[in-house]
């Protein structure tokens, strides 16, 4: 049975591919090269994926047909995420299983234009300029995006499975918008790629990274080290699931320096996404530009090895999800963090859950600041139980639940 996982956001395919491929199956990635952050090999020191990876030029749904029917020929089950299910249902093929990151799914439900009025609006712009020559300038972006959800929509209408685990009330609504309930399988999926991404094993690559002596130089001359390679949107979300309210760990963070000056505390951050800058101007209007060092966007492996330098990690602030990349690299290396998680709307549907210092606003993050200050000990070993819940429920119980439901189409 050959499988191809078709799209790599945030690399979560490629770890996918390798874990089914460990597991005896003869899976293959097929992913688009759009993004450079999300390529294989920005989470691998191996030239291995070229044996079992593929960049698909499949830009949009004006791309030829047999060009996405050879891609997919001779692949018996396809997973998908992202663009998937919109290209496969153009060939009349179908994403059998589907692993949605968010956007895949709300962007469709969301989507606030007028499908038909596109379409139409389309038709005759194409008819008038083919019979008189006259061109017409209606936008010719809104009508792609228009049949870019319209093929999304019916493509996931298809699919057979989805897995996503439960994560809030706001996002698992639209599983209901999709009338998807029968066929939502909530579980997680596994994310990061643990024969790699182990503390004992990440040490093996230090010498292999082009940027672990910049955090090893930061991790001796500070008591604290703080982690947050979160996106920066805090000043202009699009909707409200992007919003990562960074600004309440800058401020947080700002007043944690200037009140505990017996210990020397250092941020860590990456100009990543659009409102780094303005991150960036909060943090000299604060005057703490001597204790945050400012990283380009890193790839994974990067990541993995900068995060075994720190001490304490920091995710996002304004929306709770139960999982997430940022949160899995976190418990993958053993390090607590703080974030925010609604545990009343969790505790019903999972039997345990993962450490975590609970914060969401500006003041409950300097609590948990302080507190991770003066508990250091105890919080390093929420550390370790992290990173156990991890291994079992991000990856164990995943994959089995995988590999059961792959059977179903075996024969």
């Not at 890193?298 to 990690?313: A, F, S, T, V």
């Amino acid at each position: 049975m050959r499988i191809a996982l078709v799209d790599n956001m945030n690399n979560n395919f490629f770890t996918l591919c390798r874990y089914l491929r460990d597991m005896g199956y003869d899976a293959h990635l097929l992913y688009s090269d759009d993004i450079p952050h999300f390529l294989p090999h920005n989470d691998t020191f191996s030239l291995e994926y070229q044996n079992y990876s593929k960049v698909v030029r499949w830009e949009s749904l004006y791309t030829d047909n047999s060009i996405i029917e050879k891609d997919l020929e001779g692949f018996d089950i396809i997973i998908g995420c992202g663009f998937a299910p919109r290209f496969c249902y153009k060939v009349g093929r179908k994403v059998n299983i589907m692993y949605p990151y968010g956007g895949d799914i709300y962007n469709v439900i969301l989507y606030s234009g007028n499908i038909k009025k596109e379409i139409i609006l389309h038709y005759f712009k194409s008819r008038i300029k083919k019979y008189f020559g006259i061109n017409i300038n209606f936008r010719e972006s809104k009508y792609r995006y228009a049949m870019e959800i319209l093929f999304q929509k019916k493509a996931l209408e298809q699919v057979d499975f989805f897995i996503s685990p439960r994560t809030n009330d706001s996002f698992d609504r639209f599983f209901d918008v999709m009338n998807a309930h029968s066929k939502w399988i909530k579980s997680f999926s596994p994310v990061i790629y643990l024969p790699l991404y182990d503390p004992n094993v990440i040490r093996e690559y230090f010498n292999r990274s082009n940027w672990y002596l910049e955090f090893k130089k930061i991790r001796e001359k500070n008591d604290i080290v703080i982690f947050h390679h979160a996106r920066h949107i805090w000043k202009t979300p699009k909707n409200p699931f992007e919003n990562k309210a960074n600004d309440r760990l800058i401020r947080a963070f700002s007043k944690f320096v200037k009140m505990r000056k017996d210990l020397k505390s250092h941020l860590i951050l990456f100009e990543y996404s659009r409102d780094f800058y303005e991150t960036k101007k909060l943090i000299f209007e604060l005057g703490i530009e001597d204790m945050v060092t400012w990283f380009p966007l890193l790839p994974r492996k990067e990541i993995m090895i900068g995060i075994n330098q720190c001490d304490l990690g920091a995710t996002e602030f304004e929306n709770s999800w139960v999982i997430g990349g940022v949160i899995c690299e976190f418990l993958a290396m053993g390090k607590i963090f703080i974030g925010c998680r609604e545990d009343k709307f969790y505790e019903r549907y999972y039997p345990e859950l993962y450490p975590i210092l609970n914060a969401k606003t500006e003041d409950e993050i300097f609590a948990q600041l302080c507190y991770y200050a003066d508990n250091k000990e105890e919080c390093d070993k929420l550390g370790q139980l992290g990173y156990q819940w991890h291994k079992k429920y991000m990856v164990e119980e995943p994959l089995k639940i995988l590999k059961d439901l792959l059977k179903k189409y075996e024969n």
